[in-house]
């Protein structure tokens, strides 16, 4: 265009992501209003969002930045970390991540997009990639099943002792046992964690075990000094006591030491971040938790089980669903929801490419350049503190000043300890001539030790720092998966081959009600793999981490304007972990106020199962408030509930908008009703999609939220995790919040104990969050927000005349999601939500929300990234299958021979020599124009949930079932 007319500023304008995020144009905005008959954007506004608790102005926050300038304003932050070399250890180690699964899995959004594998027909490759996760814990650990992967080492610990207290039915003793060689982070979630179970902790040298009465006990292998002990003697004398025993082991000294589960634990507990996740100043990564036979229907977390299809063929799915938490409420035992799956499946996938033999390699080779280390130390005169190790060694005597400003010049990072005592831990990536490196710091220049002079001494004495008898015997990794797919090549297509099996944001909308599945931008997804980011250990000095500083400063104080709060606690891993940490906030606030004795919290029925949970585990009372016709608070109810318990309130729990997907006109009620008992309210951000830049929790009466960054702020799903829960506070509330007992935290109460095990939690995801309020600024925000609701209401009005919608607010307009009912069309023909779940997997869909918040439901939510096109594909979708099930309702077809209960539909469908069905294979399969011009195929037929609970198995498949594959 020689004659363009726009002028330089216009040319140059950084809109451009905006347009890039958000799905509909203007011209789809101006035709989705006409279909609402509304004028324009702000009448929606104005009818759904109730005029109290309107944002009076714009949001503070920055005008959008372009992609480019965005990533290069962050990589100038990132720049200010420093990426020294890490013998710091505690938990976390420098590890390669291969290539393949680099590219391929973690930076592929064939894999980062995917929700939890609630739909098991669409996610047989997570499934598969997760269960391998499980074989590996199972197979190291010694343990006849494990979980899909916790938050972090801590919080499995702070499980396994909450586990031990409910399956000791023997010991009445309200102690709990902890090693004195735990992990430091570890001992402080456990603190908090048992301060509101009402636990007593014991902490002790291991050998003390047996002097104690307690119900249950927690020892580390190795220890955090390095020691490798013999657990057997002490885990036996704890059996015949009958106290309950969880280890926290290293999953990569397991290869070579005798396995927990041969020692005799009752559950063991690790991180599985040194199988090739980056350090990333803490996270995220995958903890693992595995437990013996007697607690396998009593886990926490998810696991991945075995069952079969409709046509009898092997296939996995998510075991024991029905304990998931939004069933269980606040009986349930953990408030775990959101995970760490997709850093699971990398942990996996690192073992599946090394197979048994390359993690001995690995693990060998770590033992040995540390054996060499302690070896030239020793001949030195330095004194080892324990004469065993794996690859951490705790050395005395040596000048911590000297030392510190050697290490210092070299570049190395080294643990000192208060006792004056220097920890060095070795790992994967740690070389010969690393180990010069650490002689020439630790003991000057002036020794003449050489690495290949020590390794043959080493070889010709057979010194080693593993104890004969500690020697792992066992096998592990012994299925074919773990063999086949050891090059590059092989490895590519396993995990192209599993990928494919899934349904992602990739192929089509995840219209998942509450779990806000919006664009992971490219450029918010790079900065995670920066060196800068990715390299820095949690606990490594403060001049070393300037820019993840900066950045979690920066990143705090845009929430802070979004949510109207004073501040910002970053440490929880999750929603559910944030309103842990948001309701303990207010015990300790009310127990400094000397209300400690208030403990009720009142919670509306309508609320995610977390809600009921995190109260449980916080030590409250859940007093269930009523809903009305409308699906709002029963505002009489909530207030003779207040009234009743006014002596004794602790706190509301308020999801807004709710849950029945409507802006509530009575919120700021509801919460003065609440602060007039001397309450405090929570209220739960997870649909903080709908407020961006239009209202905000902190102006209508909260006093805490916790924000998912994994929904709202576009942190991916990953297949169930990872996610990020920070909470914003109210001035009152900061001193209470999280701190953390390696690295405190400014302006936070030293007594206030951790809820993760590292201060800022799963850090280095961080700067997903970060670049898209950069990007987007408050401007973009309060677009996306509108074209949330937009979206939603678009998809009310075209599904409303096939589908009642359940809840509306005042003005007959839904908030950012809509309830479908289900129920009066299954009265009518027997079809269910969930064959309208797998009967959308044919169409090319992954299915909304099922009976959540209420039973027999779809709950659909399109979030603002979902163009006019594809919700009108959608729609068109579910239109024509209502009128599917017209033609059940009407006869044609049988109640048990349709497209419904059929559904999904496989290749190996249309593939059957006799079709006796009613209806056509074209119509089983390519049910629209689009699915015959793209298809995704459901990878097994409709799976067996009761088969899968009945035979529980969450192995991988014995040898035999390998014989076909591939
Ligand atoms: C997702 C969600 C939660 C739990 O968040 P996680 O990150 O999965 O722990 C809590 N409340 C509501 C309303 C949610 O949608």
Redesign the pocket.
Known sequence: MANDKRSLAELANHDDFLTRHNGPDEGDVQQMLETLGLPDIESLMTSTIPGDIRLARELALEEPRGEAEALEYLKRLARQNKTFKNYIGQGYYPTYMPAVIQRNVLENPGWYTAYTPYQPEIAQGRLEGLLNFQQVVMDLTGMPIANASLLDEATAAAEAMALCRRANKKVKSACFFVADDVLPQTLDVLRTRAAYFGFELVVAPAETLPEHEVFGALLQYPGATGEVRDLAPLLEQAKERRVMTCVAADLMSLVLLKEPGALGADIVVGSSQRFGVPMGYGGPHAAFFAASDALKRSLPGRIIGVSKDARGQRALRMAMQTREQHIRREKATS????AQALLANIAGFYAVYHGADGLRTIASRIHRLTTLLAEGLKQHGVTLAHDSWFDTLTLKGLDHGQVHGRSMAHEINLRYDAAGTIGVSLDETTTAADVVTLFDVLLGDEHDLSVSELDRHVRETGTTGIPAHLDRESDFLTHPTFHRYRSETAMLRYLKRLENKDLSLTHAMIPL????MKLNATSEMVPISWPEFANIHPFAPHDQVAGYKQMIDELSAFLVEITGYDSISMQP???????YAGLVAIRRYQKAQGQGHRDICLIPSS?????PASAAMAQMKVVVVDCDDEGNIDLEDLRGKAEKHSESLSAIML?YPS?HGVFEESVREACRIVHDHGGQVYI????MNAQVGLCRPGDFGGDVS?L?L??TFCIPHGGG?P???PIGVKAHLAPFVPNHVVTPLPGVDEKAGAVAATAYGSASILPISWAYIKMMGGRGMKRATQLAILNANYIAKRLEGHYPVLYKGRNGTVAHECILDIRPLKAASAISEEDIAKRLMDYGFHAPTMSF?VAGTLMVEPTESESRYEIDRFCDAMIAIREEIQRIETGEWPADNNPLVMAPHTQADLMEADWERPYSRELGAFPTEATKAAKYWPAVNRVDNVYGDRNLICTCPPIDAYRDDV
Request: include cysteine; charged fraction near 10%; aromatic fraction near 0%.
């Open positions: 408030n775990i929801c959101t009600g509450s779990c806000t891993n999750s929603g559910a972990q944030g309103e609320a995610h199962g977390t809600n999801t849950t739960d951000g997870a649909n916790h998912n994994h929904k995790g996610g990020m829960g918040p």
